[in-house]
């Protein structure tokens, strides 16, 4: 168990729904990632915040979003679903968020769009 | 930009033989490199990571990894492999900067079998 959790485990929903995904990090971990699995493209870095604030940006759509609110509890917020958004989205997080710390990721949360 | 190339999308080995993971990095910037493993139904476990200074590596669960910067190159191994190692195991990279953006490979199952 990395101490790092997320809700809900799985979720089904229709082409054009809105979801969203919660991660609680670790214990005294200020700074929460979010990364997308999928067949099609392998692992890929979402976001990074920082003590509430956006730290960095990767291959994120502009129909996602996140926040990483004051008790650094993080939301990824996916908008107008498409069937290849279908994936898993695993959380993590990490004490500081500099590159050279360990992330520590939670279980996932597996998305059917359908 | 980084990127991470791990040729060997399936390892079969037999019980106690050794074994080694291929991975290779393409970056213009000094990188931290970073090798993750991932059980079934899972999220990822950190086995090992190289930030500077000694060339080799040790881990968790026996596992060991080298640093080759001429080859670009931070082979994973083991000398003597369990059923409980199989699983997917992701070679990753980051930059040396404050962010911390990991680029992952796109994973090698390692099959164990009797």
């Known amino acids: 168990d990395s101490g790092v959790t997320q809700t809900p485990k799985h979720l089904i929903t229709a082409t054009g729904q809105r979801v969203t995904l919660r991660c609680s990090p670790r214990?005294?971990?200020?700074?929460v990632y979010w990364y997308q699995q999928s067949l099609d493209q392998g692992l890929q870095f979402l976001i990074q915040y920082y003590n509430g604030e956006e730290r960095a940006k990767g291959n994120i759509l502009e129909r996602f979003s996140a926040q990483q609110f004051p008790d650094l509890h993080s939301e990824l917020n996916l908008s107008s679903l498409e069937l290849g958004d279908s994936a898993l989205y695993f959380c993590?997080?990490?004490?500081?968020?500099?590159?050279?710390?360990?992330?520590?990721f939670g279980p996932g949360t597996r998305l059917l769009v359908l | 930009a980084q990127s991470v190339t791990q040729l060997d999308s399936q390892v079969p080995v037999f019980e106690e033989a050794p074994v080694e993971l291929r991975c290779n990095y393409s970056?213009?910037?000094?990188?931290?490199l970073f090798w993750y493993v991932q059980y079934p139904n899972q999220g990822l476990q950190l086995l090992l990571k190289?930030?500077?200074?000694?060339?080799l590596v040790k881990g968790i669960n026996g596992f060991e990894a080298e640093f080759n910067k001429s080859q670009t190159s931070f082979h994973l191994r083991k000398p003597s492999v369990h059923i409980s190692d199989t699983a997917e195991y992701f070679c990753a990279v980051s930059d040396t900067g404050t962010a911390s953006k990991l680029t992952f490979g796109t994973g090698t199952r390692l099959q164990v079998t009797l």
């Open positions: 970056s213009s910037v000094s990188v931290y």
């Open positions: 993590a997080s990490s004490v500081g968020g500099a590159s050279l710390e360990t992330q520590y």
């Open positions: 190289y930030l500077s200074g000694s060339t």
């Open positions: 214990s005294g971990d200020l700074s």
